[in-house]
């Protein structure tokens, strides 16, 4: 269980395929800390700390999350953003983020604003149920507030401090992102699913 209040960058260093699997070496701040067994979200992908070595750690990412997540374009030099599993003793500053990434967006604007930035992005209709104007969403592993919601697009304001810490400013059109959805929007929706059949 996250926050979506990123952490730490942290750099893909390599990456080995095996199979229909990819292991990544990421490096950060964060690695030395981190223990294996752990849970750590990468870009909002709940991975498993596999190993750990000289400011690095290793995770490995299965065909299914590699099918629903930007995981399979990642590349050596990529920043990816990292956050720690949540302390049940501590503030929740985000929002309730599983780590479990339902599909990807593709950005179709990134505008600068005077001291802001605001990124449209565009999402498949499939999911337009679970997005709600100013509701919770996280991207890219980042909880964020959004607006201008279409049936298949919305909007995210990002202010400076979450510009600079987070790979957010590496995003732009064309850019695919992870999404995943507020997980009480999914609840109810599943629930309205079983009353009705």
Not at 165 to 174: E, M, P, R, W, Y
């Amino acid at each position: 269980m996250f926050t979506g209040i990123i952490e730490s960058l942290g750099k893909v260093r390599t990456i080995d395929t095996r199979g229909t699997n990819k292991t990544f070496w990421i490096e950060s701040p964060l690695s030395q800390e981190l223990k294996i067994d752990q849970s750590i979200s990468h870009n909002g992908v709940c991975l498993t700390v596999e190993d750990i070595k000289e400011g690095l750690h290793q995770v490995t990412a299965i065909k299914e999350t590699l099918e629903k997540t930007n995981m399979n374009t990642w590349k050596a030099g990529d920043l990816v953003n990292l956050e720690r599993c949540l302390l049940m003793n501590g503030r929740l500053d985000g929002h309730i983020v599983q780590g479990h990434v339902d599909t990807t967006a593709t950005c179709l604007e990134r505008k600068e604003l005077d001291g802001s930035w605001q990124f449209r992005l565009k999402f498949p209709e499939k999911f337009a149920h679970l997005v709600i104007e100013k509701g919770s969403i996280s991207l890219n592993g980042i909880s964020l507030t959004i607006f201008n919601v279409k049936k298949t697009r919305f909007d995210v304001a990002i202010i400076p401090y979450t510009f600079q810490h987070t790979n957010i400013q590496s995003v732009d059109a064309g850019s695919n992102v992870n999404l995943e959805f507020d997980i009480t929007g999914k609840y109810i929706t599943r629930f309205n699913e079983l009353k009705h059949r």
